[in-house]
């Protein structure tokens, strides 16, 4: 089958930020990734084999001028030295395990160096969703022209309804071709400024698009890569600092390797409740702003917004990211329930780029698993809490042993 991951940076912004955080604090470490598969797909016969040809394909993918003038120039936080560490860097299908079962059921495990494994994550799911559409006949099907419109209305809508707007999608994207269509409308009705209504007056858009997680879309059509860090580097820490003190340890190693720069913290890796109970004034104000993945939303943005008063902090001042499975509608509400009382922006990912008429979306993700700080150490469990009881991944003691260390 044709390669589907054809571009180095045909991946998201924050995989290349964590990789030079990984290559900063823990050069060593050692990880493994496991594939989860939400809504326990039955994937047909030779599926694995498919992917593993995807896999295959890899090694050829290689970092461009193009991409990395485009990275140095919108990526300025990472250092020069980082993009000849890229120049050089190959991936490595040995890394990566796949198989089937005897149900049909997907395994994948990836293993190795943190800072080479780290990548497999977001092209390994794009090739696993594009795949699935592709043998469930879902292409076939595809009007181009009614998609584009549905995404010129969502476009419309997000930005006269005062939206700050990115596009978060690259993982459960239908297509390479679909996600370029949705980077490109909502780009080019955000160029067009506004609108005009039934007697002809122009309105200015309150909402913009200033861009995508995707760094490749964001070097095609001009737009700014969009991300910092994941709860990857939260999980591993816990088994390095504790559970208690994992998120503040993580403010501050991310901001020393930022200086500063890079600051939206995704703070709900194990509940609001361990976040919360330690964010210091001085990380709080290091940082812009959180990003809110998981929970109920009015809920978090009351706790975010109560935290920052207690600490001294005008909320006005910080920035709130919402992320958490949303569609336009939903963006509009947690704007209005926002009301200004913080800088409001939203990622948006599945609605964007798999809200296909007659398609069912993936609900697929890769997760940390395992981690050990060098080659000479005992491996440990990685889990993921968050505030969303759905959310949970890893191994079922661990996670119960830490919901009973907080109390939850």
Known sequence: MEQIVKHFTDNDAYTYSCMYYILQKYPRAEVEYTFFDRNHTVYPEGFAALLQEQVDYMPSVVITDEEVDFMVNKMYFLPMWFFTYLRGFRFNPDEVNISQDAEGHLNILIRGKWYSTIIWEMVLLQCISQLMHIINGDMEHYDAALEEARTRAKAERAL????????????????????????????????????????????????????????????KHGLTPIGTMSHQLIEFEENVSGLFECNFNVMRKFSD????????????????????????????????????DSGNEEEQLEKIISKYESLGIDPATKQVVYSNGLNIDRAIELHEFTAGRMQDSYGIGTHLTCDITGVKAMNIVIKLTKMRITELREWHDCVKLSCDKGKTLGNPDKCRYLLSQIGE
């Open 257 to 292: 390797v930022y200086d500063g720069d890079n600051g939206i913290f995704l703070y709900d890796c194990f509940g609001d409740k361990v976040f919360f109970n330690n964010l210091s004034k001085r990380m709080a104000m290091m940082y812009r702003g959180l990003r809110v």
């Open 160 to 219: 006269k309804n005062g939206l700050i707007i990115s596009d978060f999608g690259s993982r459960r994207r239908f297509s390479f071709d679909h996600q370029d269509m949705v980077v490109r409308v909502f780009k080019e009705v955000h160029e067009q400024g506004g609108w005009s209504d039934d007697n002809g007056e122009f309105h200015k858009w309150t909402g913009s698009f200033p861009g995508t997680s995707n760094v490749y879309f964001a070097m």
